[in-house]
């Protein structure tokens, strides 16, 4: 039910901020674990969480500890100097991931763009691609950002719309095919940049084997292959890094959400010298990128993923959700489909769109959101119980019924 406090807070929001989003109409003011209460008190279960950037649950107790200790130390030095908290978290970061060095950012986008400056002078200098002449291979219906070399290769018209001119030197080939790839792939391609699982797309999972055949084909080609986790990372998926299903290392790994553990933007992306060492001092940077209140944060959403054994708790109740959802044989589910706790029920057509189920949901208590038209994400926190994904199935099941 909307309130007049919840519509005053919207018409605000409405009134002094650009129009670039198109939220539920619910007004959050308190969240705990995987639940947020609006500004009348209702409660709700978050299944969106904030795209998987809230893995460890809202207000983690040791991350808001972390967060707070390292405010009343010292938030901010910008690279200009060094401090004591980047280190020890890229160290983690790279025991984690078993990379050599990780560079660190703010923002997914961020991240994804300097795993594009990676690659291109990665291609000029090492590979020994001419200048001006790298190529990176990218897949269609990607969401890797939203900046403008980004938005040059989304397949989404309206998030190019009136946005031009774009970056040259990408290439775009339909996800799921490798023969694509094979034929996409000249003497100057330095990168192919792929999601191991499409988020925003609607939760598409490629085919198996898929990942593995593509990095194959790179490593045959000289081809940097870069993996997008900044959604699918993290344990979302059910291991640490999705691209861990098919047991292949990465060049370059972009990860990003999680890592700040929802509480501060923390990005990176992690290589091994042999890739990393292209860079030197006044290449690229960032104000905040490695500020240590980010980094103290960082370090103790790592912790928590590794201590709580998320990886475990996503690939135990994933299938369980999933299973559960299926066994619902509503006619408006035409699929359910994705990988540990990341989820989409795909919607029949001919039951009309997500968005009106989303809004019928929010009326019941949980909140999800619609991707790509006919798909609900169900993404809620790994730290959910059993019983909580039950009370979620009975609620989904009496709004899909
Ligand atoms: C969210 C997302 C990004 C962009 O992250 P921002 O922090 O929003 O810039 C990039 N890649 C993928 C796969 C994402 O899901």
């Known amino acids: 039910m909307s309130t007049s406090r919840t519509h005053q807070f919207i018409e605000e929001a409405e009134l002094y901020g650009a129009h670039n989003y198109h939220p539920l109409p619910v007004v959050l003011d308190k969240a705990e674990g995987v639940w947020v209460w609006d500004v009348d008190g209702k409660k709700y279960m978050d299944c969106l969480s904030a795209y998987s950037a809230v893995n460890q649950g809202h207000r983690h107790p040791k991350i808001v500890q972390a967060l707070k200790d390292q405010a009343d130390r010292v938030t901010l030095t910008s690279r200009g100097f060094h401090n004591d908290k980047m280190g020890p ?9 078993g990379y050599q060095k990780a560079l660190p950012m703010n923002t997914g986008a961020e991240a994804v763009e300097t795993a594009l400056k990676t690659a291109r002078k990665w291609g000029q200098y090492v590979k020994g691609v001419p200048e001006g002449k790298q190529e990176i291979v990218v897949c269609a219906q990607n969401f890797h950002g939203r900046t403008i070399t980004i938005i040059t290769f989304s397949s989404d018209a309206q998030t190019k719309d009136g946005f031009g001119p774009f970056t040259p030197g990408f290439v775009t080939i339909p996800y799921g095919d490798v023969k694509a790839l094979e034929r996409a792939i000249t003497p100057n391609t330095v990168g192919f940049m792929v999601e191991p699982i499409q988020g925003e797309a609607g939760v598409v999972v490629p085919p198996e084997g898929y990942l593995k055949a593509c990095f194959d084909l790179c490593k045959k080609n000289n081809v940097l292959f870069i993996a997008d ?35 501060f933007p923390v990005s990176a992306i992690v290589a091994d010298d042999a890739v990393m060492k292209v860079f030197t001092p006044g290449d690229h940077g960032s104000t905040f990128g490695g500020n240590p209140l980010g980094a103290a944060v960082a370090q103790a959403a790592l912790e928590v993923l590794r201590d709580e054994k998320l990886d475990k708790r996503a690939a135990e109740l994933g299938p369980y959700f999933m299973d559960r959802l299926r066994a619902l044989n509503s006619r408006h589910i035409e699929l359910v489909r994705g990988k540990g706790l990341l989820v989409g029920v795909v919607i029949k ?4 769109k997500a968005r009106p189920l989303c809004e019928k949901l929010m009326g019941h208590g949980i909140l999800a959101k619609d991707t790509h038209e006919q798909v609900i994400r169900f993404a809620p926190a790994l730290v959910i119980t059993k019983e909580e994904i039950d009370w979620a199935v009975g609620v989904i099941g009496k709004v899909l019924a």
């Open 349 to 352: 057509t001919a039951s009309g």
């Open 89 to 97: 978290m890229l160290k983690l970061l790279c025991e984690i991931t």
């Open 229 to 263: 986790e900044v959604q699918t990372g993290f344990c979302r998926t059910g291991r640490w890094f999705a691209c861990d299903y098919e047991a292949i290392k990465p060049d370059i790994m972009v990860l990003g959400k999680a890592l700040g553990g929802g509480m």
